[in-house]
């Protein structure tokens, strides 16, 4: 049975940080703008058309990776975003345009500002990855689905205790969140029931959950034998 994964837009496969840092310097901000300064910042990129379409990736090579993994192993793909709406082609036609020009192609995105919780149950989601440990705890209180938190900058080690502790696994990059999601493809037996295995293997213990980011990919991905 093929997994149905889902996968957050903005921190995790489109570098939204860099692009509105040059928004903000664009307009004469700081870098780190808050407050009305921030709505102006905001003002600026609903004005632009297609704004989303800007963005850069943070690592190309593994958006077409996605794509031949999806293809082979009959993964169910879904993106997600919360983007606000600019001039131009609604969020999603830029979303999907976007994620097609680094080789995803006819991708499934959905555009809903609510819980990451209920859109994971309403999709019947596998395992979601997410840049944000609130919604990795939203995904998994909200759902049967499991949470990776992709950490780019290297959460601290409270923030990573909480992820695990709560059974979420914490990946570093794109390309170790794949090799995550693959290894448990390749792990999840049929004798038991896909979702009791992912039960057993992001259980949140040493022997089951992923280890928190830095850690080589492989030494990370390890199940009970039964």
């Excluded at 939204?16 to 307009?27: I, K, L």
Aim: proline share 4%; with cysteine.
């Amino acid at each position: 049975m093929s997994l149905r994964v889902g996968f957050d837009m903005d921190g995790v496969l489109a570098d939204f940080r860099s692009a509105f840092a040059r928004v903000a310097e664009d307009a004469g901000l700081a870098p780190e703008t808050s407050g009305p300064d921030m709505r102006q910042a905001w003002e600026y990129v609903k004005r632009t058309p297609n704004w989303w379409t800007t963005l850069q990736p943070y690592e190309a090579d593994q958006i077409a990776r996605l794509y031949e993994l999806t293809r082979r192993l009959r993964w169910e793909v879904v993106f997600m975003t919360k983007r606000p709406t600019t001039l131009g082609d609604t969020i999603q036609a830029q979303t999907q345009w976007w994620l097609e020009q680094y080789g995803f192609y006819y991708p499934a995105v959905v555009t809903v500002p609510g819980s990451r919780g209920e859109l994971a149950n309403a999709v019947r989601l596998d395992i979601a990855v997410d840049d944000q440990l609130l919604n990795c705890v939203d995904i998994i209180g909200g759902s049967t689905a499991k949470a990776l938190l992709l950490d780019r900058d290297s959460a601290s080690r409270t923030t990573r205790e909480h992820a695990t502790n709560r059974g979420i696994g914490v990946v570093a990059t794109l390309d170790e969140a794949l090799d995550v999601i693959t290894h448990l493809h390749e792990s999840v037996g049929e004798r038991r029931g896909r979702l009791q295995r992912l039960a057993d293997w992001f259980g949140g213990t040493k022997e089951t959950a992923p280890a928190a980011a830095g850690a080589p990919a492989r030494s990370r991905m390890q199940l009970r034998q039964d």
